[in-house]
């Protein structure tokens, strides 16, 4: 009994400082509190009375949370109340007027994916690239929706990064604009269609769908369909995409183990020839979604690097002060039954070209095409 008594004033003092009355789900104290929580209790009670300075602890709770979220993964976060409507638009316009997908993991701000030709191309910046600072600000300190804010800018607003890349530190100047990101690409590569999604949601399906009749109807042997910087989007239409290629079971979504939805493929897929993707630490989400099922059903050789390993369901907590957690309830997962929190492994692996996009210097896409045209 005095164990359980401990807990619960352990997370009666944590409450206390919450600055909430509510949760719509309540979260549940340990029952034997490890020496985590009384470590967590020491630390408050030591930061009260010690600090140089008197301390409002209500006034760390933000960054205590943020810090807390930050360290689930790199998509869940901690929301203030008086942030939540500005973060509604963020998140629907970072992205589209930088071309970047910016991650934060143990207080350490990357660049998990970039869209070709955009600003953030213009500007030089790479996946897995360490942005230590942005306007003179170190992001460590910043939570992850102040670092979206950013990316959110004016039209033309110029932004000063600080870049650390190989253990080398540089600077760059990200200037914001609104660009046109088309869902698909596709090329022609030494007689080999090239296809590159780096979003998969509504308007890429039906425009896949309608190149892959095209291309079956020429009986094109061989097809390349490039998911590096394939990050934006829908999980849940990635399976549908993968219903183009493939039938039966695709996957389904798993919350602790439970199923609660799956994914099958359509009875008669639009493409049945080869499928070589392009795979690289910059895939994930959808992406992640796509490479796992068409890989692990067999119909696709994966070519390049290991992906980047998340594909989850983010859901809305949302307290009844107004402040919010954005976190992930659920993990997609492929035909394998295993959920998609780790990097895929390609089933040919080659180092991707640092150089950026071009398909003359690139070994990943070279390999593909050789292995399209019959050689191994």
């Known amino acids: 009994m005095a164990v359980k008594q401990t807990a619960a004033r352990t997370w009666l003092l944590l409450l206390t400082f919450l600055p909430v009355?509510?949760?719509?789900?309540?979260?549940?104290?340990?029952?034997?509190?490890?020496?985590s929580w009384r470590n967590l209790q020491e630390v408050v009670g030591l930061i009260h009375r010690a600090y140089v300075d008197p301390v409002d602890i209500r006034s760390l709770l933000p960054a205590a949370l943020g810090g807390l979220t930050d360290a689930l993964d790199p998509f869940s976060t901690f929301v203030p109340s008086h942030e939540i409507d500005a973060f509604a638009q963020v998140r629907n316009v970072s992205s589209s007027r930088s071309g970047l997908l910016l991650l934060k993991d143990r207080g350490i701000v990357f660049v998990a994916a970039v869209v070709p030709a955009s600003p953030a191309t213009r500007a030089g910046l790479r996946p897995g690239d360490i942005v230590k600072a942005i306007n003179g600000l170190a992001t460590r300190s910043l939570p992850r929706w102040k670092v979206q804010r950013f990316l959110a800018g004016s039209p033309g607003e110029r932004l000063n990064l600080q870049i650390l890349r190989a253990a080398e530190e540089s600077s760059a100047v990200l200037e914001l604009t609104d660009f046109a990101w088309p869902a698909l690409v596709e090329r022609d590569v030494e007689g080999v269609p090239v296809l590159t999604l780096t979003r998969i949601d509504s308007g890429t399906l039906p425009q896949l769908a309608a190149r892959l009749e095209e291309l079956a109807r020429r009986a094109v042997g061989a097809l390349v369909l490039d998911l590096r910087n394939c990050a934006w989007g829908s999980p849940e239409t990635a399976f549908e995409v993968a219903s183009l290629f493939s039938t039966g079971h695709l996957g389904e979504l798993l919350k602790r183990s439970e199923s609660i939805q799956t994914f099958r493929g359509a009875d008669r897929p639009l493409w049945t020839g080869r499928?070589?993707?392009?795979?690289?630490?910059?895939?994930?989400?959808?992406?992640?979604?796509?490479?796992?099922?068409?890989?692990?059903?067999?119909?696709?050789?994966?070519?390049?690097?290991?992906?980047?390993?998340?594909?989850?369901?983010?859901?809305?907590?949302?307290?009844?002060?107004?402040?919010?957690?954005?976190?992930?309830?659920?993990?997609?997962?492929?035909?394998d039954g295993l959920v998609i929190r780790e990097g895929i492994e390609p089933d040919l692996e080659v180092g991707s070209d640092p150089s950026g996009f071009s398909a003359s210097e690139d070994p990943v896409l070279e390999r593909a095409l050789q292995r399209a045209k019959g050689g191994s």
């Open 275 to 335: 499928l070589f993707i392009l795979t690289a630490r910059s895939t994930l989400g959808p992406g992640d979604v796509l490479a796992a099922v068409l890989g692990g059903k067999g119909r696709a050789e994966l070519i390049g690097e290991r992906t980047f390993g998340h594909a989850g369901r983010k859901k809305e907590l949302r307290f009844s002060s107004g402040d919010t957690l954005w976190l992930t309830d659920a993990f997609y997962a492929g035909p």
């Open 21 to 35: 009355a509510a949760v719509s789900a309540q979260p549940t104290p340990p029952e034997q509190p490890d020496e």
